[in-house]
């Protein structure tokens, strides 16, 4: 069937018929014209443009009709290396060879890393590197408050305490300028998470870290191949963190990766991921360091080297596609990107609006996500300040942690959290459209800006009916 757009309006001009199948791109323009002015003729040019232009959440025809990428996508072809791994009775790597190793020498040549270790998921990938970081029972680490649980509880599950630095509500990552007042006696790392693929500002963490003696974990679960001034995240600190959880950009069901420059380190990590046994330049007799079984399975890896090429076409896809919409976003206005540091590029796990609801009309966050729904444009509200939850009413009153911190270190602690002002307005500006999104081809990116320009032009109207 061929259709064109006029107006935002698809329109159906023929069916495809043998010579249809003949007709030249010029032809295609002239009938595609000569359709679109007869349907204005037919209908009045007023009626069509004000049906096109309202929300669908009054009445109007949603900007978005053709459903998104569904994720994860898998390839027939990946099927036969997988049935093997099962025939050969090989799952795990205990034995030694097959797959997993293949796959950490290629995730750290992909990175640019001196190693890769992979893991059974990105929390083990960060509790792993916490470990080897010398965090223990005890330490403090300071870490960005917007992220997934996992990395508070990275923190939580060595017994450590997780210090939140500030957001910086412009770049949606944790602002260096709000790290040095938290760092204490009891500091050992630095943990600043490349939230939806974007990268922090690691030369000013580096710069702090090494003042102050501290290591760098990078959480990068969300940044698979996002650069930090030419150089992959996950290879900027002493140590990065991937996941490969079923909805990431890189999925095999669960899953996680280690990367460093370092090799000591990186083999530290591997003798704490494998029970604690002896590992590369991390020697000793039996199982000499504390341990845990972290191990990923042979099919496991397979997935994902089958999705290395893939994973490089479609990042290249969703940047595209991303800076079509940041150049449309900044001529709407009230809906703006969030900031990079220079030199850099994101992985867009989910591509971050910065909605300012005064620039429309007062309209809450939630009825701007619910009339966006309604266009066929699925966003959400991003992370919340999951710190009131009460995760840290449990830390606080836990024996273990009375034993560690005095009660008035762990009632300031507490306190603290009101002081957390701009990862306050990060959770309550933010709207997160999906990575599957991204994926789609540029007239759907068309369809979000069309939307949103449709919302804010009825905001007063939306926003009153709320
Ligand atoms: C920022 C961040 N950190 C850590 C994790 C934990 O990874 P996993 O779910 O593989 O344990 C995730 C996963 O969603 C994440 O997004």
Known sequence: MFFAFFRGQKIILKDPTPMNNHLTRRHFIQTAAASAVALSARTGPNVFAADAAKPALLGGKPAHTGGWPKWPDWRQQWEPEIVEILRSGRWSRAGGGGKVPTFEAEWAKLLGAKKALATSSGTTALITSLYAAGVDAGDEVIVAPYTFIATYNAVLIQKALPVFADTDPETLTMCPKSI??????????????????????????????????????????????????????????????FSFQNSKHIPSGEGGAITGMNEKLVDKCHSYHNCGRSFGTNTGSGAFTRGNNFRMQHFQASILLSQIEKLKKETAHRQANADYLIAGLNQIGGVAPARLPENSRAAWHLFPIRYDAAQFNGLPKGRFIQAMGKEGIPCGGGYHEQYNDGIFDEVINSTGYKRLWSADRLKAYRESFKDLKGNAQVCATTVGLSQTLLLADRSAMDHILDAIRKIKAHSAELAKKA
């Open 180 to 241: 040095e007042s938290r760092i204490t006696e009891r500091t050992k790392a630095i943990l600043p998470v490349h939230i939806y693929g974007m990268p922090c500002y690691m030369d000013e963490i580096n710069a702090i870290a090494r003042k102050h003696k501290l290591a760098v974990v990078e959480d990068a679960c969300q940044a698979w191949l996002a650069e930090y001034k030419g150089r992959k995240c996950g290879t900027v600190g002493d140590l990065g963190c």
